[in-house]
């Protein structure tokens, strides 16, 4: 089962305007969110996490929305740039013994700014 | 240091064949990761070590599958008789403390073909 669902395979944005990536969730025990960028031939690199007991984290021009009713969160990019081309993984963090955590991945969003 | 570093970075492989991949992880770092990642999809938790220890695994680790973290520095992740199936990108991450606010380090990932 998916519990991690990014449903957008690909999102095309005009340089300088607002991207917005989405991705849903199905199990509340999730205690952490977290967005990675992944460019190609590279491993995937953290870029925000979200904490379940928020609804917003902002970095810059990055910004993570959680609604938690909704099981929904979503990353805003402002302004896009064309660095940020890239595969967007969204994840969902579950603790594992001693304290580590488990990432639980959506299947990415591929980014395409446009100049 | 320079990261996480996977060896080797591409392998193709015969089916039936045995092989072995090299993960050595940011040198404080005391947890240990691998992931596989397979085409269109997210990274697949597998299995977890916290130093030496492997205290997590996960129902997608085969009985084909073993990994190995001696004396809690480098890991080694080897799939015996592999299947087609088997071809994927083999990802190793490290952390050290509260990787859920930060995430992991990922490193660049071994690509397996099995022909």
């Known amino acids: 089962d998916q519990q991690v669902k990014q449903n957008s395979p690909s999102l095309s944005v005009q340089e300088g305007r607002i991207s917005i990536l989405n991705c849903d969730y199905t199990n509340s025990m999730f205690d952490y969110f977290l967005w990675y960028k992944k460019y190609p031939a590279e491993g995937p690199t953290f870029l925000i996490s979200i904490s379940s007991i928020k609804d917003k984290n902002e970095d810059g021009r990055f910004t993570v929305f959680l609604n938690k009713s909704a099981k929904h969160l979503s990353l805003h990019i402002v302004p896009s740039q064309p660095g940020d081309s890239a595969v967007y993984f969204c994840?969902?963090?579950?603790?594992?013994?001693?304290?580590?955590?488990?990432?639980?991945f959506g299947q990415g969003t591929r980014l395409t700014i446009n100049p | 240091d320079t990261g996480v570093s996977q060896d080797p970075r591409h392998k193709i492989t015969k089916r039936g064949q045995n092989v072995t991949f090299r993960c050595d992880p940011i040198?404080?770092?005391?947890?240990l990761y691998w992931y596989r990642q397979t085409l269109g999809q997210g990274p697949e938790f597998l299995t977890y070590?916290?130093?030496?220890?492997?205290?997590?695994k996960s129902r997608l680790l085969s009985d084909r599958f073993s990994a190995e973290r001696p004396k809690g520095s480098f890991s080694t992740l080897e799939i015996q008789r592999t299947e087609q199936g088997d071809s994927a990108m083999y990802l190793c991450?490290?952390?050290?403390?509260?990787?859920?606010?930060?995430?992991?380090?990922f490193g660049s990932g071994t690509r397996l073909t099995v022909v």
């Open positions: 994840a969902a963090s579950s603790r594992l013994i001693q304290g580590a955590q488990k990432l639980v």
């Open positions: 991450a490290s952390s050290f403390g509260a990787s859920n606010i930060y995430g992991y380090t």
């Open positions: 040198s404080e770092h005391n947890r």
């Open positions: 070590f916290q130093n030496e220890a492997q205290l997590e």
